[in-house]
């Protein structure tokens, strides 16, 4: 079994930064590519970003593209999310995921984490 569990999270102010982090415990996910999803009260859980095994090849979500970036060192199980220009609309509950195919794009991921709240204030 993998657990995912996030960090980083908390209050920031439009413009400003905050920088996300998930540790994985369980499972070496070396082979697995990690993403990140989102879901604000009242809508579904949005697709933010996805990282290969490899470390490259990124995937954003349009609404985070050009602000937010993704990477991952391997080495420490860890997947981060920098959240750069940060808008209101930001404001929402993230959750790291990480799956051994290609089922983060599609939205089903196999492992989950609990998510971590976002808030941005205008």
């Known amino acids: 079994q993998v657990q995912l569990v996030e960090s980083g999270g908390g209050l920031v102010q439009a413009g400003g930064s905050l920088r996300l982090s998930c540790v994985a415990s369980?499972?070496?996910?070396?082979?697995?590519?990690m993403g990140w999803f989102r879901q604000a009260p009242g809508k579904e859980r949005e697709f933010v970003a996805a990282?290969?095994?490899?470390?490259?090849?990124?995937r954003y979500g349009d609404s985070v593209k050009g602000r937010f970036t993704i990477s991952r060192d391997s080495a420490k199980n860890t997947v981060y999310l920098q959240l750069d220009s940060l808008k209101p609309e930001d404001t929402a509950v993230y959750y790291c995921?990480?799956?051994?195919?290609?089922?983060?794009?599609?939205?089903?991921?196999?492992?989950w984490g609990q998510g971590i709240q976002v808030t941005v204030s205008s």
């Open positions: 995921a990480a799956d051994a195919s290609s089922r983060i794009l599609a939205g089903t991921p196999e492992y």
């Open positions: 369980g499972r070496t996910l070396s082979r697995y590519s």
């Open positions: 990282i290969n095994w490899t470390g490259s090849m990124p």
